[in-house]
């Protein structure tokens, strides 16, 4: 179209015809109330234009994880550490664990490959970066699984912390935790 325009008012009213087309995507981008196809249809028509606006939307619900309701999430665990005790809620609980691990590992192996595509010059940096995050995490999951089951008092746990104490890959204080725990 922009070919057959023929006067400079034209071109006008056509580019604030694509601004306001690009800002209604934008808008259903980010509509939290939108189903969720639509809004991944309109961030993909977005990421089509490669207008610096549509990179901003972007950018902003990746960054800022806006896309994923912790909220309710932290709640809902919450809630169910109420029933104590209650092997159905512990079983929710331990299956919520597998699906964030799994999806955790999802969103980094997708961050990490468009990471790659993208190329900074600061991409070395950011790796080394999330690298130690990833340490850090394995370790605080190590610790907290250790201090739970130390807390369960069973002795089935027992194996699992004698592999900890012996484990030369795991942080020292969580073998050191395991030890004490086996008293």
């Known amino acids: 179209n922009v070919g057959k325009v023929k006067s400079d008012a034209e071109l006008e009213n ?3 015809l694509s601004v306001r087309a690009l800002d209604e995507l934008i808008e259903v981008y980010q509509d939290s109330d939108l189903h ?5 249809a309109a961030g993909k028509t977005l990421a089509q234009t490669q207008h610096p606006r549509a990179l901003h939307a972007i950018s902003e619900m990746v960054a800022t994880t806006t896309a994923v ?4 999430l932290n709640e809902s665990i919450s809630m169910l550490g109420m029933f104590s005790e209650n092997p159905k809620a512990a079983n929710a609980l331990v299956r919520s664990m597998r699906k964030m691990e799994k999806r955790t590992n999802e969103v980094h192996i997708a961050l990490v490959k468009s ?3 993208v ?5 070395i940096l950011a790796l080394l970066d999330l690298y ?3 340490k850090s995490n394995m370790s605080r999951t190590e610790r907290l699984l250790t201090e739970t089951m130390g807390a369960i008092g069973s002795d089935q746990v027992v194996p699992v912390l004698t592999s900890v104490a012996r484990d030369p890959k795991i942080n020292i204080g969580i073998r050191n935790k395991a030890v004490e725990i086996l008293g």
């Open 14 to 16: 056509l580019c604030d």
């Open 36 to 40: 969720v196809k639509l809004r991944v």
């Open 69 to 72: 309701d912790y909220t309710l």
């Open 115 to 117: 990471l790659n595509r």
């Open 119 to 123: 190329r900074t010059k600061d991409q």
């Open 132 to 134: 130690e995050v990833a």
